[in-house]
């Protein structure tokens, strides 16, 4: 017996493709959002308005969908005051207006907002604004994550048995095609079979049902309210859902049709002969299915969003087919090495061979496919390990790597399986050929064959090529190999289910990208300077002495400030001046002159609540009065940051 061959290549292979995930892992482009977040609103967070505006609109980093409560502004006494719906203003897909109610009573008011981002996840936020002057307000808002609710819980559990009954269907079919087409003649494969087509099924209507209230935040019992389950229909999830149960429909005829071909077949045949062939068309029919189920999840997730969507939707589709295949056949592989070590058979070493290189195939295409899509969705090798995607994507790269360390040892199986079914040049000994008398004249008599017809090769010896019947050693090498191969098959397909689960949560987690914008705009409004200050000099009426006023506004944001004015000599000393004036201006928006209504604290002017609106520059007019019958006005200028963005959850 020949050595088995150590599969070098197939380390090599191994450890390029974990070369390439680290190295590719980070990339420098520009932004990708996944999910939505506000990036702006009019009036904006904390601001003061004199007069009760006429609408409110939102902004947002990408297109988002709503519905007839994902806007909602509410007075201080919790009453809700916009009585139409939002719309998307001017046209723009990311975009939310809402009308409000004429006269609005003076107070602060609630601005409660839960949409649909692109990839069909949804955020939702709050911020206030107030009407004269800020006010109480009894106003509830839920501040809580919409995946912490119990159909939120429910949702991501019944997405994680889509993904499994996709993998079950796609991988079970696709070993019947490639590996082992009479398998699909043995029962177990069927029910596997029909068990991913059922489980996708459920799982889709479940789906369906519960997107309504996934997006509203709704309570379960409204799954079956036909207005909102009309409302889901139209929308791309909803959309992508009911394409899935039509194709799911089309996948139903096309296995009932592979049914009826191998109906007939004797359960206890050996798979490994007579195979029937299925045909090409049908072949194409359930790729073309495969990609179209494929792509009901790519169109309306992650891959639908942000950059490169041309590229990211095709990539998407061949990580989920690459999942199926790798997962779903391990699990057929599993199945069928099984039942047939339980009947004391053995799966043809060529159809494990062929398993193998597919099994591989699919495995290369998910390390490529998702170098890229960790590349579009963490950005940064830091987001690895500061965000929750990066560190759930983190996770799972630790899996994939152990889950392909335990491939290497079935490929090792396969390849003894292989050694042991090799064609060697078998040799058998034919037997001395016997004389025979023949009588003179008398008929012909056949020629003596060794069962096969034969003739005996005269002379005796040695025929090679003819193949005797299997040693018993042969038969029982192939059983213990077959064996260890599905011990080791079962642990890759265990791990493949926890790979599976952590996809799930990732499609479920804010990429560490639209995350990374959040945290870079907190800490961006965190680093702005707690106070803006403006110098401006002024004429203390005297030749040569100039003068000079500090005004100092802290936290120099929108909303309320304090203001605290300092007066210098001209040498440098603090002066005492009978009046100081100030009044600030937004000439861009048209807003003012504001009185700050400064008031002397002996030894400097000072007001402690002085309400600005809107950010941007204000013009400061200082009026100094120096004496009885001297004042000066002065103008001078201060930058008025926004408040921080509130992140969306």
Request: with cysteine; proline share 6%.
């Given at each position: 017996?020949?050595?088995?061959?150590?599969?070098?290549?197939?380390?090599?292979?191994?450890?390029?493709?974990?070369?390439?995930?680290?190295?590719?892992?980070?990339?420098?482009?520009?932004?990708?959002?996944?999910?939505?977040?506000?990036?702006?609103?009019?009036?904006?967070?904390?601001?003061?308005?004199?007069?009760?505006?006429?609408?409110?609109?939102?902004?947002?980093?990408?297109?988002?969908?709503?519905?007839?409560?994902?806007?909602?502004?509410?007075?201080?006494?919790?009453?809700?005051?916009?009585?139409?719906?939002?719309?998307?203003?001017?046209?723009?897909?990311?975009?939310?207006?809402?009308?409000?109610?004429?006269?609005?009573?003076?107070?602060?008011?609630?601005?409660?907002?839960?949409?649909?981002?692109?990839?069909?996840?949804?955020?939702?936020?709050?911020?206030?604004?107030?009407?004269?002057?800020?006010?109480?307000?009894?106003?509830?808002?839920?501040?809580?994550?919409?995946?912490?609710?119990?159909?939120?819980?429910?949702?991501?559990?019944?997405?994680?048995?889509?993904?499994?009954?996709?993998?079950?269907?796609?991988?079970?079919?696709?070993?019947?095609?490639?590996?082992?087409?009479?398998?699909?003649?043995?029962?177990?494969?069927?029910?596997?079979?029909?068990?991913?087509?059922?489980?996708?099924?459920?799982?889709?209507?479940?789906?369906?049902?519960?997107?309504?209230?996934?997006?509203?935040?709704?309570?379960?019992?409204?799954?079956?309210?036909?207005?909102?389950?009309?409302?889901?229909?139209?929308?791309?999830?909803?959309?992508?859902?009911?394409?899935?149960?039509?194709?799911?429909?089309?996948?139903?005829?096309?296995?009932?049709?592979?049914?009826?071909?191998?109906?007939?077949?004797?359960?206890?045949?050996?798979?490994?002969?007579?195979?029937?062939?299925?045909?090409?068309?049908?072949?194409?029919?359930?790729?073309?299915?495969?990609?179209?189920?494929?792509?009901?999840?790519?169109?309306?997730?992650?891959?639908?969003?942000?950059?490169?969507?041309?590229l990211a939707v095709p990539v998407a589709v061949l990580h989920l087919l690459a999942m199926g295949v790798w997962l779903g056949g391990?699990?057929?592989?599993?199945?069928?090495?099984?039942?047939?070590?339980?009947?004391?058979?053995?799966?043809?070493?060529?159809?494990?061979?062929?398993?193998?290189?597919?099994?591989?195939?699919?495995?290369?295409?998910?390390?490529?496919?998702?170098?890229?899509?960790?590349?579009?969705?963490?950005?940064?090798?830091?987001?690895?390990?500061?965000?929750?995607?990066?560190?759930?994507?983190?996770?799972?790269?630790?899996?994939?790597?152990?889950?392909?360390?335990?491939?290497?040892?079935?490929?090792?199986?396969?390849?003894?399986?292989?050694?042991?079914?090799?064609?060697?040049?078998?040799?058998?000994?034919?037997?001395?050929?016997?004389?025979?008398?023949?009588?003179?004249?008398?008929?012909?008599?056949?020629?003596?064959?060794?069962?096969?017809?034969?003739?005996?090769?005269?002379?005796?010896?040695?025929?090679?090529?003819?193949?005797?019947?299997?040693?018993?050693?042969?038969?029982?090498?192939?059983?213990?190999?077959?064996?260890?191969?599905?011990?080791?098959?079962?642990?890759?397909?265990?791990?493949?289910?926890?790979?599976?689960?952590?996809?799930?949560?990732?499609?479920?987690?804010?990429?560490?990208?639209?995350?990374?914008?959040?945290?870079?705009?907190?800490?961006?409004?965190?680093?702005?300077?707690?106070?803006?200050?403006?110098?401006?000099?002024?004429?203390?009426?005297?030749?040569?002495?100039?003068?000079?006023?500090?005004?100092?506004?802290?936290?120099?944001?929108?909303?309320?400030?304090?203001?605290?004015?300092?007066?210098?000599?001209?040498?440098?000393?603090?002066?005492?001046?009978?009046?100081?004036?100030?009044?600030?201006?937004?000439?861009?928006?048209?807003?003012?002159?504001?009185?700050?209504?400064?008031?002397?604290?002996?030894?400097?002017?000072?007001?402690?609540?002085?309400?600005?609106?809107?950010?941007?520059?204000?013009?400061?007019?200082?009026?100094?009065?120096?004496?009885?019958?001297?004042?000066?006005?002065?103008?001078?200028?201060?930058?008025?940051?926004?408040?921080?963005?509130?992140?969306?959850?």
């Amino acid at each position: 017996m020949r050595p088995v061959p150590r599969p070098a290549r197939t380390s090599l292979t191994v450890l390029a493709l974990l070369a390439a995930v680290c190295a590719l892992l980070v990339g420098g482009a520009g932004s990708a959002f996944a999910h939505a977040s506000l990036s702006g609103s009019d009036p904006a967070d904390s601001t003061v308005l004199k007069e009760a505006p006429r609408q409110v609109t939102l902004t947002f980093t990408e297109s988002v969908t709503f519905s007839e409560a994902s806007v909602r502004v509410l007075s201080p006494e919790n009453q809700r005051v916009n009585p139409a719906p939002a719309q998307h203003a001017d046209g723009k897909s990311n975009t939310a207006r809402v009308q409000l109610s004429d006269e609005l009573p003076r107070g602060t008011y609630t601005v409660a907002w839960r949409v649909v981002s692109a990839d069909g996840h949804p955020i939702s936020g709050a911020f206030v604004f107030s009407v004269g002057k800020p006010s109480e307000t009894a106003a509830v808002v839920p501040d809580g994550s919409s995946d912490d609710s119990a159909v939120g819980r429910l949702y991501a559990f019944i997405r994680y048995l889509a993904y499994s009954g996709l993998a079950l269907l796609v991988g079970a079919a696709a070993f019947v095609v490639v590996c082992l087409p009479a398998a699909g003649g043995v029962r177990p494969v069927r029910r596997l079979l029909a068990a991913g087509w059922a489980v996708l099924v459920v799982s889709t209507v479940a789906l369906l049902l519960l997107r309504g209230p996934y997006e509203t935040a709704g309570r379960l019992t409204s799954v079956f309210d036909l207005a909102q389950l009309g409302r889901t229909v139209v929308g791309r999830p909803g959309t992508a859902l009911v394409v899935r149960l039509v194709l799911l429909a089309a996948a139903a005829v096309l296995l009932k049709r592979c049914a009826v071909r191998l109906r007939g077949r004797d359960e206890g045949h050996d798979v490994g002969a007579g195979s029937p062939d299925l045909g090409r068309r049908l072949h194409w029919t359930g790729a073309a299915l495969a990609l179209g189920l494929a792509f009901t999840w790519a169109a309306a997730e992650h891959a639908s969003a942000g950059i490169q969507v041309p590229l990211a939707v095709p990539v998407a589709v061949l990580h989920l087919l690459a999942m199926g295949v790798w997962l779903g056949g391990l699990i057929t592989l599993v199945i069928v090495l099984r039942s047939h070590g339980t009947a004391g058979r053995t799966v043809p070493a060529d159809a494990v061979s062929r398993f193998s290189t597919m099994a591989f195939a699919a495995v290369a295409v998910l390390v490529g496919t998702g170098v890229y899509q960790s590349w579009r969705q963490v950005g940064s090798w830091e987001a690895l390990t500061t965000t929750s995607y990066g560190r759930t994507l983190l996770v799972k790269v630790a899996v994939v790597v152990v889950v392909l360390w335990v491939a290497s040892f079935s490929r090792r199986w396969t390849a003894r399986l292989l050694h042991e079914a090799a064609p060697a040049a078998e040799t058998r000994t034919v037997p001395e050929p016997e004389r025979v008398k023949v009588t003179v004249g008398a008929p012909d008599v056949p020629a003596a064959t060794d069962g096969g017809g034969a003739p005996d090769a005269p002379g005796g010896g040695e025929v090679r090529g003819a193949a005797g019947p299997p040693s018993p050693d042969a038969d029982v090498h192939r059983r213990a190999h077959q064996r260890g191969l599905r011990r080791t098959v079962a642990v890759e397909a265990a791990l493949g289910v926890v790979v599976l689960a952590m996809s799930t949560l990732l499609t479920g987690t804010q990429p560490s990208r639209a995350a990374g914008e959040s945290a870079a705009a907190a800490a961006a409004a965190a680093q702005e300077p707690q106070a803006k200050v403006a110098t401006v000099p002024f004429d203390m009426g005297t030749a040569g002495h100039q003068g000079a006023v500090q005004i100092t506004l802290a936290p120099g944001r929108v909303g309320e400030n304090t203001v605290e004015a300092v007066v210098f000599s001209a040498d440098g000393g603090l002066a005492t001046v009978p009046e100081l004036r100030l009044t600030l201006t937004q000439e861009a928006l048209g807003i003012g002159p504001i009185d700050a209504k400064l008031k002397n604290q002996k030894g400097f002017w000072a007001v402690y609540d002085l309400q600005l609106p809107m950010p941007g520059e204000w013009t400061l007019n200082i009026t100094v009065r120096t004496s009885e019958i001297d004042q000066v006005t002065v103008r001078g200028s201060v930058n008025i940051a926004p408040l921080p963005r509130r992140p969306a959850v």
